[in-house]
């Protein structure tokens, strides 16, 4: 059924447009080539998606900060991996890291002809927690930059989804009633519930096929949102 009286629509960039995993994976296995770390890279992101996230999400709630995520993450790994990095070059895998993410840019199928169809319909809109030295970078390589009329980050409002300000300040650059926005992301806490708790209609991006409290819209593909838009 689709949702009537919608002028603005508001995405989350990271895990619903721009192919996190798959980007995230092939900049690993780069700079490990480039600073001679010889591991099995399927090992370590097995170890290291889901710790990743579990930072994220200590993050979101501001129980650690970024430089800290961004060393524990890699660490914490290696050392479950029972491999010895001294820790100046884990700072310096860090920094690779952030410096060469951009240098992949796969989307998630269908991102372009959804926007294509969805940009004459409605107004577009970015709220990400993502770092933004790189989160333009990633519009801008992947080629989407244009779609979006404005992209709220973390970082400028120093706040995080699902806190409320982050939502509020992107729906006033925006301009824009929360009773004509909806926001669609893959993370139920900070994506779904935060969006929700303001007033939002929702849709989740499930492409990791979670268990989805019952009433919420949910998508496993992007192009399945012309059901609802």
Request: hydrophobic fraction near 40%; charge should be negative; include cysteine.
């Amino acid at each position: 059924m689709k949702s009537n009286n919608l002028d603005h629509i508001f995405f989350d960039l990271d895990h619903t447009l721009w192919d996190f995993d798959k980007n995230s994976a092939l900049t690993f296995e780069k700079i490990f080539h480039m600073n001679d770390i010889r591991i099995d890279l399927n090992a370590f992101l097995t170890i290291y998606e889901p710790l990743n996230l579990a930072y994220w999400k200590l993050y979101r709630e501001n129980k650690i900060d970024k430089p800290s995520l961004r060393f524990k993450r890699l660490s914490d790994t290696f050392e479950a991996l029972n491999k010895t990095i001294k820790p100046s070059l884990i700072n310096k895998l860090s920094e690779d890291y952030i410096a060469n993410l951009t240098s992949f840019n796969h989307l998630f199928e269908g991102t372009r002809e959804i926007l294509e169809y969805l940009r004459p319909k409605y107004t577009l809109h970015i709220i990400t927690n993502g770092f933004k030295e790189v989160q333009q970078a990633k519009l801008n390589k992947a080629n989407i930059d244009h779609y979006f009329q404005t992209v709220t980050n973390s970082e400028m409002v120093g706040a995080k989804k699902p806190d409320p300000r982050i939502f509020n300040h992107a729906l006033g650059m925006a301009r824009a009633e929360v009773s004509k926005s909806i926001m669609i992301g893959d993370n139920y806490e900070a994506d779904i519930i935060g969006a929700m708790d303001l007033g939002f209609d929702v849709i989740c991006f499930n492409y990791h096929k979670s268990e989805i409290e019952n009433g919420i819209k949910t998508v496993d593909n992007l192009l399945e949102l012309k059901r609802y838009l």
